[in-house]
């Protein structure tokens, strides 16, 4: 992944995180990684866990942006989910898993499309 | 939760089934899910549709689409789902509203520029719905004038997506220009063509009076394709619901014979002696499709060289012989086509097809002629009531400069011999003189007592086997309509059993 991927990825990730708060969602973690991959965001909602995946976008030249989570891709997010729960003993919690794209077309008002429970 | 939903039409067989078409677009990943049972064709619809729709700048769905056709058990098949399924996601976004689509039904198939193709079967399809009451329907400029031919339903054709949205959003009918007016193909094939051959003429005529299966034999180049062909030049004119369900046929087959639409005259269908039996009689593993015999309804299956058919090719044709229909089960299920037809067969007397007249330039063995035309089964000869010897023209036919009788003089005999048969027979559930039942022909319909006498004697001398007497008699009525007398007599009797010549006893 080249720089210019990481920055606009963390940017994005930081704007995903200010909307949720704003709608009054606390996040718990950010870039959560073990051995099998790795969690943008954790956020808590009205006693929800919410495992978010964030994809930023300069362009929408190649297609939007989610198309690229497909059916397995959602399965892993979910594993990875659940192994967060159990190594952070919270077992039984109610959880979600999120997806949000941010477009980056417009460098000055990025366009976060937020997709509640893909699974 | 926004939902789109249009109509269109699937296929079984030559019979339309309407279809519900139910997009709807929820929040969740970008997905798309076909329901109702598509086969490959449709299953790809879903990059057809998306290409056309961003390439005629409206809008994809970047959600979770569900498409689903309705009945949800019903086989589905082809390409004709392509525009409705766009419409409906246009819908589904609120880039068209529900109201301007309401009891239309939709069909056609997306190029991924957005231009509506032309799919098969809008005439069946069509006539299905206007069975279901729908008044309007938006098909593919291609299949305009097949469309028009429904007349309880306006059908409106649109070249590509984009004409179709202006008339969506602003009531823009496109312009088609001049429209051409369905034109009845002029007929190049004249009966007066063919020189000479007396007895195979009236074997044509009685054929077509009485809807008697006709074989002709004869060596090679005497004219037994130029005959039959213009069988059909001699038959009376289809009748608007006739030609009406021709046309439905030849619209699903999409393929074959090329005839104008609406034609009234009736088809001529020539499949090639290799051909299989599912050519013959229809078949296909996703789309069923109408065979040879079915294309041939309401006119002339002609098979030339039919000795040469591979077994079983000509034995498929019994039971449509039978009962005027095929039914072909797949797994996708179970089609009926119409399968009405006169058959001709031809074939040349002899392998190397010279056996004939003395017979002197045949080099075949006795046992080679002998087995040749035992390759048409007994249970086919059986169905077929005339033979017919169709010689060398002589030299004074092809020198003379007198044209036969034209097709309009003898066509013109055959409807008012038809119209005899069909007035005595009004009571009956049948018209033609080849469907009168055994039993009717002892009873009802006996001929006069010096036909009967004569058939009598020729039983007595095993010249003439039951089967071949109660044919005999079948085509003694259709000769009696024909010379306009009301009971047949010797004449008659004596002409239909020189039909026959040849078939009886062996």
Known sequence: ?119 | MSLGRIKSVALLGIRGVIVDIEVDISDGLPGYSLLGLPDTALQESRERVRSALLNTGAPWPNKRTTVSLSPAWLHKSGSGFDLPIALGLLVAQGVIPQERLAGQVVMGELALDGAIRSVRGVLPALLAAQEEGIVSALVPIANRLEALSVDRVKSIAFADLSQLMSYIHDGLLPDYGEAPEPQEGKNLLDLSEVSGQRGARDALEVSAIGGHHLLLIGPPGTGKTMLAERLPTILPPLTQSAALEVAAVHSVAERGVERPLLSLLPPFVAPHHTTTATAMIGGGAHTIKPGACSLAHGGVLFIDEAPECSPGVLDALRQPLESANVSISRVTGTVHFPANFLLVLAANPCPCGRFTGKGRGCTCSSLQIRRYLQRLSGPLLDRIDIRSFVEAPSRLDLASNEPGESSEVVRTRVISARGIAEERFKKEPWSLNSKIPASQLRERYRVRKDGSAFLHAELDHERLSARGYHKVLRLAWSFADRNGTTTPGLNEVEAAYQLRRGIDPA
């Open chain 1, 1 to 119: 992944m080249g720089r210019k991927e990481q920055v606009l990825g963390a940017a994005g990730e930081v704007l995903v995180s200010s909307y949720l708060e704003s709608l009054g969602a606390k996040v718990v973690e950010r870039n959560w990684r073990i051995k099998g991959g790795e969690i943008d965001l954790i956020a808590r909602h009205n006693g929800t866990l919410l495992f978010i995946e964030v994809k930023s976008r300069s362009s929408d030249r190649f297609g939007h942006p989610l198309e690229s989570i497909g059916r397995e891709k959602a399965l892993r997010l979910q594993r990875l989910a659940l192994a967060w729960i159990a190594t952070h003993d919270q077992w039984g919690a109610d959880y979600r898993i999120d997806c949000a794209a941010v477009d980056f077309s417009d460098r000055l008002n990025p366009v976060i499309d937020y997709r509640p429970g893909v699974l």
